[in-house]
């Protein structure tokens, strides 16, 4: 009986024994490959074909266990096809990936806080934004501020005009007056220097975003889409202070909550808000 029970045990162990440990590092390394590629698909349009995809390969292999040829030919034909048409038509979720996997885990601000007099730049940059997005919201004088993180947005800023200044509530202040030249475009903010103004960003794409919200909104949710940058915006109709962080717009900051929000995330890589629906607005209480 105990040659037996001997005998089981190594039947069931044996396979086991064959498994080396970069097997496991390989299962490992792909399990989480698909699990980020599915966070990343699931609240984007990309989501919204993976059933179809799904559908498609089923409908494969049944057709070519059942050898309905005809079938079978059709939907072979289109996965062909289908799957370079996906690369092309999700170009810019594609391009967001490869960035996001590209730039640094340490995110642009973060990477500063090594010393106490670069924690008090840090500061000192927050509470500018601060001050000037609270006054511009007191006044209904819309504004939108790109943080620069670990993705360099050269691109954007050459769109607009060299500036090379500390960043300064006065100062943004003054940019975003309404009948300042170059107050309809985007600021962006690298370290603790205003880099450039009246730039150019991508607009979103998402035709789930609220049909009230302008281009503003659209333009830093399109930012926050394409790289990790941190975007705020005051609403020029109703004075509301967003962000806009990896495609989800956060609402209803005043100064206070808005130097809280950005001094956690910038200096601690946390964010002080979590999502609260699958949807691509939230609403802060």
Do not use: W
């Not at 989480?32 to 409908?59: P, Q, S």
């Not at 450039?196 to 659209?218: K, N, V, W, Y």
């Amino acid at each position: 009986m105990g040659e037996q029970i001997r005998l089981f045990f190594l039947t069931i162990a044996s396979p086991f024994s064959a498994i080396r440990f970069v097997d496991v590092l390989d299962i490992v390394l792909v399990s989480t490959l698909l699990f980020y590629i599915f966070l990343f698909i699931r609240e984007r349009r990309a989501g919204k074909l993976a059933a179809g995809v799904i559908a498609l390969l089923v409908g494969l292999f049944v057709s070519d266990f059942l050898e309905m040829k005809a079938l079978h030919f059709i939907i072979s034909s289109i996965v062909q096809v289908g799957f370079l048409a996906l690369f092309i038509i999700f170009q810019p979720e594609l391009r967001s990936i490869l960035e996001k996997v590209g730039g640094n885990s340490i995110k642009g601000f973060g990477r500063l806080a090594d010393t106490k007099s670069q924690m008090e730049s840090i500061e000192k940059t927050v509470d500018a934004i601060s001050v000037a997005a609270g006054d511009l919201s007191a006044s209904h004088t819309g504004a939108l501020i790109v943080i620069e993180q670990s993705t360099k947005l050269g691109d954007e800023i050459k769109t607009g005009v060299p500036i090379d200044a500390l960043v300064n509530s006065f100062l943004i202040r003054n940019i975003f007056y309404d009948k300042a030249p170059l107050h309809d475009g985007a600021m962006i903010i690298r370290g603790d220097r205003i880099v450039a103004c009246g730039c150019f960003l991508p607009l979103s794409t998402d035709p789930d975003i609220m049909q009230e919200l302008g281009t503003r909104h659209r333009a830093a949710l399109g930012m926050s889409e394409n790289c990790d940058a941190v975007v705020v915006v005051v609403s020029e109709e109703n004075g509301v202070i967003s962000i806009a962080k990896e495609g989800h717009l956060l609402r209803n900051f005043d100064k206070y909550s808005l130097k809280d929000y950005l001094l956690t995330h910038l200096m601690n890589n946390a964010s002080t808000n979590q999502p609260l629906t699958k949807r691509k607005i939230f609403k802060r209480k």
